[in-house]
């Protein structure tokens, strides 16, 4: 079993091993040298034990002032008017933790406050780079906030949601917010935490003159200082790990479908060989036994070629084998195949020994007929040799352990970690992301 302390050890290990074993070309050192960059730091910080944290939100929602109540400073700055926040900013927390060498807050724009997709995105990106997010809301969940959560838990990120100003409702009130956030959030699997807090509360006073002046109380953060200083010292080593491997599994995906990609155009090329000889045979020959077996021949040849192509090779018979599956499971391959071939054979065997009662013009239509034999084989080699395609790439999916699959084997190895983790279940999509572009 590997114990608690042995996490980050464990998850560095794997991820360096994972790392060596990419064979990576100078043309991929390239072209992701952006993300291969933010993997490196990411493992950095792993080793070093140190966690980022980032408040992320709408403007105005007060993310500023709650750093400042948590930490007890006033570092952030802050300002009547909404959105004082332009660009992040950081500050490590002078406080002790138990597993962890630094923990950094950041500061961040409000999501709604630059009307550009490119800065949108690029505070998106900033803000999943850290390894947990407070997101931090002031009332009930607009759709705003909605699409922003599903957003981060689509890419697989922990958050802690902030409710903020609560001083505003009343018991009752406060808990019919919430119900009503929960409600909203049931797409996802586990309960969403939501912590309380008032960051920056006033109480109206009145003046000797009779006038009313609203006036500054202390911040009420204290339950949700106590839930985050736990998250850290009990799972603050964990997310570590989940941040790297998500990293490391983004980049995983862009390197496998580059090289996918340049497989593509192979096995087109691999495809339209075959079916050409498929097609040739198939239009000369008017047995139909030997335009069947001809035909599993060939197919199989282009299976094993494609097999060799995506490194998973397989031997004749269990290319056959998938022949005959992949014609199972395919009524064009199978069944309704022959039946074409069938009554295009006999029409030709009808017309050839017509032959000399008809002058020899009997013969014309013949030439049509091998015409669309030769299609049907083209076609459904091509047909073939896609579906075999899908088959490899789903294999070399299973086969080649994605950083994804090293965070299973940690959950695997260890009931605890299984048990922090359902605090921040990564939500799985519903549909697998479409590889058709990625196929033949």
């Known amino acids: 079993m590997i114990k608690k302390r042995d996490i980050s050890k464990n998850c560095k290990y794997l991820l360096d091993e994972w790392k060596e074993n990419l064979n990576l070309t100078n043309y991929e050192r390239t072209k992701f040298e952006d993300i291969l960059t933010a993997l490196d730091f990411q493992i950095n910080k792993l080793e070093k ?18 750093l400042n109540a948590l930490i007890e400073q006033q570092i952030f700055p802050t300002d009547i008017i909404n959105g004082n926040t332009k660009i992040n900013k950081s500050y490590e927390w002078d406080s002790r933790f138990t597993s962890l060498s630094k923990v950094e807050l950041i500061d961040s724009p409000g999501i709604n406050e630059v009307n550009n997709f490119y800065n949108e995105q690029k505070n998106f990106n900033r803000a999943l780079d850290t390894d947990l997010i407070l997101f931090v809301i002031d009332s009930d969940i607009t759709r705003i906030d909605l699409n922003s959560i599903k957003n981060l838990l689509k890419n697989n990120k922990p958050i802690l949601i ?77 997310l570590l790990c989940i941040n790297s491997l998500r990293i490391a599994d983004q980049l995983y995906r862009l390197i496998k479908e580059n090289r996918l990609l340049k497989k593509k155009e192979r096995a087109q090329t691999l495809i339209g060989k075959y079916a050409t000889l498929k097609a040739s045979g198939v239009a ?26 995506y490194e998973l090779e397989v031997g004749g018979a269990s290319a056959r084998q998938l022949v005959k599956k992949l014609s199972l499971q395919n009524s064009l391959l199978g069944g309704a195949q022959i039946g074409i071939q069938i009554s295009l054979n006999i029409l030709k065997k009808i017309f ?81 992301k479409n590889n058709d572009f990625l196929l033949p």
């Not at 076609?379 to 950083?403: C, E, V």
Request: one cysteine or more; hydrophobic letters at 40%.
């Open 284 to 309: 000369i020959n008017p047995f139909l036994m030997i335009d069947l077996i001809t035909g599993v021949a060939f197919d199989s040849a282009l299976i094993i070629q494609l097999s060799k192509l």
């Open 352 to 432: 050839i020994l017509s032959a000399p009662f008809t002058g020899g013009l009997s013969l014309a239509p013949t030439a049509p007929i091998a015409i669309a034999q030769a299609a049907l084989a083209v076609y459904t080699t091509k047909l073939m040799g896609r579906l075999a395609a899908y088959k490899f790439l789903i294999s070399t999916n299973r086969k080649d352990g994605r950083p994804r699959l090293m965070l299973n084997y940690l959950l695997k190895k260890n009931s605890d970690l299984r048990i922090m983790l359902g605090d921040f279940k990564p939500l799985q999509s519903s549909s697998q």
């Open 49 to 66: 034990k140190q966690m980022q944290i980032s408040v992320y939100g709408r403007v105005g929602v007060g993310k500023s002032s709650l």
């Open 162 to 238: 902030v409710l903020n100003r609560c001083d505003q409702w009343s018991q009752k009130e406060t808990k019919l917010i919430i119900s009503s956030i929960h409600k909203k959030l049931s797409f996802f699997e586990q309960k969403i935490k939501i912590a309380l807090a008032a960051s920056s509360p006033r109480e109206a006073k009145i003046k000797p003159d009779g006038t009313v002046r609203s006036e500054p109380r202390m911040p009420k953060v204290k339950n949700l200082k106590n839930e985050l200083q736990d998250i850290i010292n009990n799972s603050g080593e964990m």
